[in-house]
């Protein structure tokens, strides 16, 4: 036994590896979205401080060319000069003012004087002409800071100019990547690009669209986050980029800590699954040996009177033992079915049960016993051979066998099975009623003697379910094909006194007992029986104690 067990155990560890690593690959997905969320808020919050800064400068450098051409002259005296180097007292990016001559030269500036010789204008980078005001840009202009040196951005309004300081502007970059600009209905023109990067930027760049709402997400083309914004307001455009890898690298301890807790999350889950994959694999490898090696037990749980509480039956349900397990009919069906074991299982729990209930019941008159079925074993030949010979051995006829069969649309000749077996005195149920595709026609050509009602019907009652309000519906059902009424799944003492005053004959149900071996449901049944007498004995005339007595031969 135990090499056998070793050898199922062996064949789950696949399933139960490949489950593990399938988690440990889902949890590094997640972990990539959470890294990847995580740059996209990074990259947006820094697009925002440099969106915030760009305004300012570009506020500042309007306001103050504004300013210069209304209310100074473009005049290189001393005293003129004077009053501009006032006006950079109150700027915070302009380095620096310009004054042009009438044949658009830069004759002089705030911090050099007035030039020996005066400058011709070079063809500016970009033009823009925005609210009638037109503004010249150059980029990279060299000047002198007393004996330093530094790059401008240097914007030209009329007859003056402004240099920013485009070191700084660069530096400001900081984790961005391109600072660009649109004018009017063109792309937009990488202006300052970050030392780290490429001619893929600018290629990617001015592959963008003209268009004015921020961009973000994951190209695929190049593996690399983007993110664009258009500052608002001004004609710059900002733009980063972060290959896939860059990103985890920056992100290393976050992406480390994610990768060890989805290892460690999928060593779980296989530890996990591995103990409840080794013990399906062993039943169902095991199923066939259970079957043949007397492995089948079986449970009795009554069927009770609602009107007169008595047990007037029981439904035999099975387990299989498997050494000190139980293994449950959820479990042991599916591998029972999958191996073709149907019959073998049914008439196992046939044979078991008469030969537990004729052993073990006193003499009743007419106790009912159900029996369920698989679809594939209503054949009326072989069932009432099989239980006519198991039935003599017992030497009982005081049992009455009912066969419960699942509603589902059978052909003719399974209809014309279960013709045969009423006609030769055995009573047929039809379990689960309301689960299936529930169909008038279909029952009345069963004609069952009695309907099941499911127990998801009788759970949901004190809610007052759509469901259970379909309870009157099967009983009408029921009434109109002349058939009893079963519920199953009684729980509670309102469900069974509801279900009573609605015409619902029988009842089965935690309430009244769970399933049990035949030693403790025959003492049980002793002790219901004995109460039953007592109520008799001290209430002759109640119809409750006389019924008790006559048992019910009907079902
Ligand atoms: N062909 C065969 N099918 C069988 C056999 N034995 C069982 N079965 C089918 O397996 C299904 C599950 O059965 P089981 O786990 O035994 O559950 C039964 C009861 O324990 C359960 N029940 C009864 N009362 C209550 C209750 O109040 N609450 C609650 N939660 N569960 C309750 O219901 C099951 C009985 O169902 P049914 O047969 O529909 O009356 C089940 O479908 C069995 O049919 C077998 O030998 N052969």
């Known amino acids: 036994m135990n090499r056998f067990r070793k050898h199922i155990g062996t064949l789950a560890t696949p399933y139960g590896i490949a489950i593990g690593m399938a988690s440990f690959w889902i949890c590094i997905g997640a972990s990539l979205l959470f890294i990847a969320v995580n740059e996209q808020n990074s990259m947006a919050k820094v697009h925002e401080q440099m969106a915030t800064l760009i305004r300012s400068i570009s506020v500042e450098n309007e306001a103050t060319l504004g300013r210069l051409n209304q209310q100074y002259r473009p005049d290189c005296v001393d005293s003129n000069l004077v009053h501009l180097r006032t006006v950079l007292f109150s700027t915070r990016f302009i380095r620096d003012i310009g004054i042009y001559d009438d044949q658009n030269r830069l004759i002089c500036s705030t911090t050099e004087g007035r030039f020996l010789t005066p400058f011709d204008t070079p063809t500016p980078s970009l033009r823009e002409i925005r609210n009638g005001v037109d503004q010249s840009i150059w980029f990279d202009i060299p000047i002198l800071l007393g004996s330093g040196q530094y790059h401008a951005m240097v914007v030209r309004q009329g007859r003056f100019n402004v240099a920013i300081n485009q070191d700084a502007i660069s530096s400001l970059l900081g984790g961005m990547d391109i600072l660009g600009l649109q004018l009017a209905d063109s792309l937009p023109t990488p202006v300052f690009i970050s030392s780290r990067t490429n001619l893929p930027w600018q290629r990617y760049f001015n592959e963008q669209s003209a268009s004015s709402h921020p961009t973000e997400g994951y190209d695929w083309r190049q593996r690399a986050f983007v993110r664009t914004d258009y500052v608002k307001g001004t004609p710059w455009v900002l733009q980063s980029y972060r290959t896939?890898?860059?990103?985890?690298?920056?992100?290393a301890p976050l992406a480390s800590f994610l990768v060890s807790l989805s290892a460690l999350l999928g060593l779980l889950i296989t530890a996990l699954v591995m103990p409840t994959l080794k013990k399906q694999k062993e039943v169902s490898a095991r199923v066939h040996l259970?079957?043949?090696?007397?492995?089948?037990?079986?449970l009795y749980q009554p069927i009770i009177d609602l009107s007169t509480r008595h047990w007037v039956g029981c439904e035999v349900l099975m387990r299989l033992r498997d050494g000190a397990d139980l293994v449950p009919p959820d479990q042991a069906i599916p591998a029972i079915l999958e191996q073709k074991l149907a019959w073998q299982l049914d008439a196992g729990v046939i044979e078991k049960g008469l030969k537990e209930l004729a052993g073990a019941m006193p003499p009743t008159s007419g106790f009912k016993i159900a029996f369920n079925l698989f679809p594939e074993n209503i054949s009326f030949?072989?069932?009432?051979d099989f239980v006519q010979s198991h039935l003599a051995a017992t030497w009982r006829d005081d049992f009455q066998i009912d066969f419960e069969v699942i509603e589902q649309s059978y052909d003719e000749s399974v209809i014309r099975?279960?013709?045969?077996?009423?006609?030769?005195?055995?009573?047929?149920?039809?379990?689960?009623f309301g689960t299936g595709y529930s169909n008038l026609g279909r029952v009345k050509r069963l004609a069952p003697d009695l309907l099941k009602i499911d127990r998801?019907?009788?759970?949901?009652m004190e809610d007052d379910s759509l469901r259970s309000s379909l309870i009157p519906e099967i009983i009408g059902i029921a009434r109109a094909i002349g058939s009893q009424v079963v519920a199953e799944g009684i729980e509670n003492a309102q469900q069974a006194e509801q279900l009573r005053?609605?015409?619902?004959?029988?009842?089965?149900?935690?309430?009244?007992?769970r399933p049990m071996p035949i030693q403790d449901f025959v003492g049980e049944y002793?002790?219901?029986a004995d109460k039953l007498r007592l109520s008799f004995r001290m209430n002759a005339s109640a119809p409750v104690a006389i019924r008790s007595w006559s048992l019910d031969r009907s079902m």
């Open 244 to 251: 896939l890898t860059e990103v985890i690298v920056a992100q």
């Open 290 to 298: 259970l079957l043949r090696e007397g492995g089948i037990l079986c």
């Open 381 to 384: 030949n072989r069932i009432n």
């Open 417 to 432: 099975e279960i013709a045969r077996l009423k006609q030769s005195g055995y009573r047929v149920s039809v379990d689960d």
């Open 456 to 460: 998801s019907f009788i759970f949901e």
């Open 501 to 513: 005053k609605m015409g619902v004959e029988y009842g089965q149900g935690y309430y009244f007992a």
């Open 526 to 528: 002793a002790a219901q």
